[in-house]
């Protein structure tokens, strides 16, 4: 069966960068994206990866080894408005997304 | 700007009622979806549709039809609600072409059965 894990829950400091892993297993692989979920709001999109190494946009990089079914999202110099639940979501071989169930991540002061 | 709307933001139906949950986009997109989202399930693909008139059992059709007449307009319909579809329900678009792009989702409609 396909399957995408992520941690359920994540606590990070203000200020501070936190790391958010996706680990997926799925038949075929088209692209991997990352969305930004606020509580009670819609999905928001992130980032897309489909090859190997890093991508960079402002605070937030995306990181894909499609050797290893291993993606990580990664936040830099948090801020209290990135309190929000990550998703993890490939594209597999019938282009369908596969959705993980996403990562509450919690901003401390 | 990019929009999705759905009908209402929040709902609240009886058991065995009939209801219509409505999506627009006004993208000109070919692809529209629903899914449900639960707490510790992530999204799950209940239909999706990528013409006019076509549809596509997604991962968990039972319980729900689709509609869809018009390019813009996405309609998921419970034929008889019941509690376990209590959830929210999120509609979603995305062009054809390519596989890089990202899906647009409306603001959700949290529906409750009781």
């Known amino acids: 069966g396909q399957n995408i894990d992520q941690p359920t829950e994540m606590t990070a400091t203000e200020g501070a960068i936190v790391q958010i892993n996706c680990t997926y297993q799925?038949?075929?692989?088209?692209?991997l994206f990352w969305y930004q979920q606020h509580a009670g709001e819609a999905p928001t999109f992130l980032s897309y990866?489909?090859l190997d190494g890093l991508e960079e946009k402002g605070r937030f990089s995306s990181f894909l080894s499609r050797s290893k079914g291993y993606s990580y999202l990664l936040l830099k110099e948090l801020q209290m408005k990135d309190s929000a639940s990550y998703l993890c979501?490939?594209?597999?071989?019938?282009?369908?997304?596969?959705w993980g169930a996403g990562t509450k991540l919690i901003i401390k002061p | 700007d990019v929009k999705v709307t759905q009908s209402s933001r929040y709902l609240v139906k009886r058991t065995g009622e009939k209801v219509f949950l409505e999506c627009v986009q006004d993208?000109?997109?070919?692809?529209m979806f629903w899914y449900r989202q639960d707490p510790g399930l992530g999204l799950r693909l209940i239909y999706f549709?990528?013409?006019?008139?076509?549809?596509e059992k997604g991962d968990i059709p039972e319980g729900y039809s689709v509609s869809r007449e018009k390019k813009e307009r996405f309609s998921l319909i419970l034929e008889s609600a019941s509690t376990n579809q209590t959830s929210m329900y999120l509609c979603?678009?995305?062009?054809?072409?390519?596989?890089?792009?990202?899906?647009?989702f409306g603001p959700g409609t949290r529906l409750t059965v009781t």
């Open positions: 990866n489909v």
């Open positions: 979603a678009s995305s062009p054809w072409a390519g596989t890089s792009y990202e899906q647009y």
């Open positions: 799925t038949s075929g692989f088209n692209g």
């Open positions: 993208m000109d997109h070919e692809n």
């Open positions: 979501a490939v594209k597999d071989s019938n282009y369908q997304l596969i």
């Open positions: 549709s990528y013409d006019v008139k076509m549809k």
